[in-house]
């Protein structure tokens, strides 16, 4: 398998984490407005229930980054990079020296990964860095305060939600936009508090700035880069892939571009 190529592949994982009550469903996060940039829309954060490792609720942002409803798209960005592009593809990734053997951060230090390392630019070998950091955290970048790119954590944690019978999880769902077009996608509504999140269908990027089975199709990026050793890692990022009657964790070649949906701890 010439890794040159764009892979996508899904990868069915589930993990069983705790919810928690909220008596309000959207925490408006003390900002209104626009994100540290200026003229990234600020969007509220959701409380639907989701928590970290150690019990802290997880904030879920109303809408994509770059967006300012929740029907609309938002923009597109290859893992770990702050800005839209013309060509998503090997040779304009800020992390790879032109090629998918050649990266030059977040890359684990496991058989297949050396092969994957510059070692020409960096001979003392991989980083190991494998979570996105701030710096390159797009949602952190464009709005401030705690929101962030949400881990493959965060993303099996409101998985695990379509197993709990507080929970409303649509299977297909279209929204209405302002000129009554619809955008298909997912919605998931927490009985209990009327808590709500639409993901809408907004495909991905690849070679091309114009996203790719929009409305039928989402892919949304985590702050998580493969690290299980096999051919595919460490030049993919685990996220999120769903369609009509699906919702699972998957990964994606780096350079790929996804919608961003931000989380927060709160």
Excluded at 16 to 30: E, F, H, P, Q, R
Excluded at 39 to 65: C, Y
Excluded at 169 to 177: G, I
Aim: a negative charge.
């Amino acid at each position: 398998m010439d890794m040159k190529k764009p892979f996508y592949i899904v990868a069915v994982a589930f993990l069983a984490l705790g919810v928690v009550s909220c008596k309000k469903d959207n925490i408006n996060n003390g900002e209104t407005g626009y994100g540290i940039d200026g003229k990234t829309p600020m969007p509220k954060a959701v409380d639907i229930g989701t928590v970290d490792k150690d019990g802290n609720p997880v904030l879920w942002a109303s809408f994509n980054l770059g967006a300012s409803k929740e029907y609309e798209c938002g923009n597109y960005y290859a893992w770990g990079e702050k800005v839209q592009k013309i060509y998503y593809q090997w040779s304009t990734y800020i992390f790879s020296n032109g090629d998918a053997h050649k990266l030059l951060k977040y890359c684990t230090n496991t058989e297949t990964g050396k092969g994957y390392w510059d070692m020409e630019a960096f001979p003392e070998g991989p980083d190991g860095i494998v979570t996105l950091e701030a710096i390159d955290d797009v949602a952190s970048d464009k709005l401030g305060g705690k929101w962030r790119i949400p881990t493959k954590d965060d993303w099996l944690a409101l998985k695990a939600l379509r197993d709990n019978e507080d929970y409303e999880w649509s299977d297909w769902v279209s929204v209405p936009d302002d000129k009554g077009n619809e955008m298909f996608g997912k919605r998931i509504t927490r009985k209990s508090t009327g808590a709500t999140l639409f993901f809408p269908a907004a495909g991905d990027c690849l070679y091309s700035s114009i996203g790719r089975s929009v409305g039928t199709e989402g892919n949304y990026w985590s702050a998580s880069i493969k690290t299980d050793g096999t051919y595919e890692a460490p030049q993919a990022a685990h996220c999120t892939i769903f369609r009509y009657n699906s919702f699972d964790i998957g990964y994606a070649g780096r350079f790929f571009g996804m919608s961003v949906r931000p989380v927060m701890t709160k």
